[in-house]
């Protein structure tokens, strides 16, 4: 070939092979797909670090609702100079003093706590006499019941020493103990005592006395607090105090393997095991704020659940307040996840609950969330329930008006906290159909005072508690009235 023509065919040859590089050099991706926030895209916030503190500890709150609600009574009674194994026993029903979520004013209560670190516990419980007997749990330190006593518990009502142990123990059981491992260290215990057909308080509030608790390894005498005219505050705190509650208790307990995400989260609020606990000011104002609106997030899911299945009849605005899990019992725990929404629904409200709740358990609570309208009970305003005559409940019913906001008793002049149909027949007005209205408000109605229940300003939130519901009431052919607005 001439050299003139190989130089030209050169030539092209370099210009096609240019050509189709920068063609494919011009199609060439220029970025990963993936990798980094949209194009444009910004930051929400300035400070990333003090974000991240608030969602971890919004998510803390409710995740550790149980453990928190029942750390309450440990800190309650500490507070008015109990110590491990100390007994709290009431020699009346609970008063406003006495504040806890949801507590009933029927019976008295008796509470205790213990710290199995110190070595296994005794609970020495009596028989059922025809005074008294006790209905109640032992719980470990998440409120799951790990022992209930009296005839439908541990003991079947026969009495006996029960023996705490701790987590991992593996000493021995001395003969005639029931034994009952815990889960964890720090146990709670609340019973009531329940005065028989012919007997008084003063009888239940002797029984509860003749329980004794102390550790095996030193059985001294069991020391009793009658808490019954004194504060004792078992509520939690919705600020960065939550947080030193948390701290107590995951300072000591061990992790379960479905919390570990959880306590790593924890961690970077510097709440760890065996680590004191110095949080700074910005992790404060976090915590802070953080409890402040998880308050106001459970709160809300309560009073205006999606769970459909919790109103107790369709067309009226009674709620199912003894609500459990899928599986009838109160862990929240399923085999794919854990539901903390749920389970904070639970036990934001009320602590203290049976393993499992049968289809017509011995006492049925329902909650009022709404007027007969439709609309949330309001602060200031009067209203009334009308229970109907010949209603079919076995033993009896009482309404008890607590503060929606604190879900505890409130405090008035008054001091009464509630009706019921035990206590109160003889005084209560009744109607010519032999039903009964009962008011709660700010100021009893003219005429009505022996049907009021005071309520001092505070928003309304009333739990109807039925004792022995009959078939009628369980399979919903009775129904009852809605609370109705009067001014």
């Known amino acids: ?88 026993a009431f020699s009346k029903p609970a008063t406003p003093y006495a504040e806890l979520l949801t507590a009933n004013n029927v019976t008295p209560y008796m509470f205790s706590q213990t710290d199995l670190r110190k070595g296994p516990v005794v609970v020495e419980v009596p028989a059922a006499t025809d ?118 208790i995951f300072s000591v307990e061990n992790a379960k393997p479905q919390d570990k995400v959880m306590m790593g989260m924890l961690a970077s609020l510097g709440i760890e095991k065996g680590k004191p606990f110095n949080p700074d000011e910005k992790t404060k104002k976090a915590m802070r704020q953080a409890a402040i609106d998880a308050y106001h997030y459970m709160h809300e899911r309560v009073l205006h659940s999606t769970d459909k299945t919790r109103i107790w009849w369709e067309d009226r605005h009674w709620s199912n ?54 609309n949330e009970l309001q602060a200031g305003k009067t209203y009334s329930f009308t229970m109907p005559a010949n209603a079919p409940i076995k033993q009896f019913w009482s309404l008890l008006v607590n503060d929606l906001d604190t879900w505890a008793f409130i405090y008035t002049p008054e001091g009464r906290i509630g009706l019921s149909s035990a206590n109160d027949m003889k005084t209560m007005q009744k109607n010519k159909d032999g039903s009964i209205t009962l008011y709660f408000g700010p100021k009893a109605p003219k005429g009505q005072e022996s049907n009021w229940i005071p309520t001092a300003g505070k928003k309304p939130f009333p739990v109807l508690r039925v004792y022995g519901g009959t078939e009628k009431f369980w399979d919903k052919s009775w129904k009852m009235p809605d609370v109705e607005l009067v001014k």
């Open 131 to 248: 005074k008294a007997s006790f209905y109640g749990q032992i719980v470990d330190h998440w409120q799951l019941a790990i022992a209930g006593v009296g005839p439908s518990g541990i003991d079947k009502g026969k009495g006996g020493k029960i023996l705490l142990t701790p987590p991992g123990y593996k000493g021995e059981v001395p003969a005639g103990y029931m034994h009952v491992q815990s889960p964890t260290y720090r146990v709670n215990f609340v019973f009531r005592s329940i005065k028989g057909p012919t007997a008084t308080t003063a009888d239940a509030a002797a029984y509860s006395k003749t329980v004794k608790m102390y550790y095996l390894d030193n059985p001294a005498p069991t020391r009793f607090i009658d808490p019954s005219d004194m504060r004792l505050s078992t509520l939690p705190y919705y600020d960065e105090r939550w947080f030193d509650d948390v701290h107590a």
């Open 321 to 374: 307040g003894l609500f459990a899990d899928k599986n009838h019992e109160f862990s929240y725990v399923y085999d794919n996840l854990v539901d903390i929404d749920n389970r904070s629904d639970r036990y934001s409200i009320s602590t203290l609950f049976p393993p499992k709740v049968g289809p017509q358990p011995a006492t049925q609570y329902l909650f009022a969330l709404a007027d007969k309208d439709g």
């Open 1 to 88: 070939m001439h050299p003139k023509k190989t130089i030209i065919t050169a030539l092209m040859l370099l210009v096609a092979v240019f050509m189709v590089s920068t063609s494919a050099f011009a199609a060439m991706p220029t970025d990963p797909i993936g990798g980094k926030p949209p194009v444009g895209s910004k930051v929400s916030v300035k400070d990333l670090d003090y974000q991240v503190k608030y969602q971890r500890a919004f998510e803390a709150v409710v995740w550790s609702v149980p453990a928190v609600a029942i750390y309450g009574f440990t800190r309650g009674a500490m507070g008015i100079g109990a110590d491990n194994n100390t007994i709290l």
